[in-house]
């Protein structure tokens, strides 16, 4: 089949590269709207043509959006009323977005919202860009099917498909459970990054000491905070009221450990690092 | 020459294995007091011989301290006080504890002071025990030497060179310095990751969703809340005031972020991020 992908950053251009060499994709068609990026994804080989927006939906079988969410969802209908052009109602869209709410809602009351499948595949790097990109990326990961029961089963199936290529586990869930669940899991760890690298920006004013100090603690905690503002201003704004939850949340957690070591209350500190480590059960 | 180790865990042990096998030590003689850690150090061939910690400080000519430092502030005198029995001068004992002022201030009016070399290799993984201990664990990390010049010259020199033997890099610092800096980018990393796995163990109680959802990010920034409560508990509290400093920023940083997130204010946490992302300047 012919696979449009609009963005070859870091996810587009890693599912182009398995999509293809894993003979799900015969050709790829791409759109990237930065000059230089699409120079380079070109001469990467992540597609095997640049083409426009309305090429690439008109052109192809299945279309990825692979942008940030804030322009996904902008793009989104526009997909879709290319769609229902004749001869085109057949395609199939998927968008990548890391939160699901709004994309599902601005796609629900389109007369081919069936066309329509949402999902997140949980996986990625702290890097961005078409250099970024990589084969396997996917491998082994989780990807979240957003209101599965919306989109129509024989587009549904060929996502499968994709994703199965692609070698990820599906999960299934409401697209407002999962903005719920990812602002649990994921949104927060890159706000308490990016919190940290600021904290830690500012006390130590002699960079010289973080990078000497720095152990690979302090550099796996502090990684996400490398993370691109394209593609975390729109998820925070998106995600806005489960995220605020889930830092309230962490910030009383903070302050109890706080108060806890401001009185040197040694067996609440132990007590709370017991109750944290539970987390070992979960995460290898 | 013959090295005692008293604590035969990730760091004690670690040094073990290489300072066996790359010729620094002839013999190592262990000291461990939780037995079944003991027999499995002394089984996995982390020491030649389990000794009784007197005889430990007797029979080695440099004896390493790398227990808790709750634990190592309370033994290093009585460490400098057998070596102030004849033919015992002349022998070398260094800690490894990750706080330096309250260890350095307990041998400061010492006879023996100048025989004892204050390190803390800033290498480690967030498991503990003999278990964890391996090799290579502390090549091309940075060591620090806190008030140095209240070593020995002599004493000095023959720790210089096992961390060399141990591909270290030296770093040489004043003890409560080190324990501002390392507030600053080891000790406060692990705070935010045990207040991260704490909100998400509150919040999500469905512990298959985290398993689900656990992306790569989630899991690098949560990993150090694995870490152990007999490690932390002491650090905390004995590096209370510069903890709780650089917390008391970190939830400042947070906040402000907080703040932009819930009046949706897009250019404040685009530029919160942008100076976020100068830490991959520092950090590779």
Redesign the interface.
Known sequence: MTLGIIGLGLIGGSMAIDLKRRGFAGTVLGVESDPVNATAAHKMGLCDELVSFEDCVLKSDMVVIAVPVGSAVRMLPRVLDIFSEEGNEGKIVIDTCSTKSQIVRVAHYHRLRGRFVATHP?????YSGPWAAMPNLFDG??C?FANAEESDPDALEKVELLYDVLNM?P?YMNADNHDV??A???H?????????????????KD?K?????????????????????DM??PI??QN?DN?????????E??????DA??V?D?SK??D?????????????
């Open positions: 949980m996986a990625g790097t702290e990961r989780a979240i586990r999960i669940h990812t649990y899991v994921s927060i760890s890159h706000v308490t990054s990016f919190a940290l690298a600021l904290t830690v920006l500012d006390k130590e960079e000491h973080i990078f000497d100090l720095a152990s690979g603690g302090f550099s796996s905690t502090v990684r996400l905070a490398k993370s691109s503002s975390w201003v925070l704004t806005r995220v605020l939850r889930v830092i309230d949340t962490y910030l957690k903070m302050k109890e450990f706080r070591i401001a040197r040694e500190i132990e709370l690092i017991h109750q944290a480590n539970r987390i070992k059960k979960i995460i290898r």
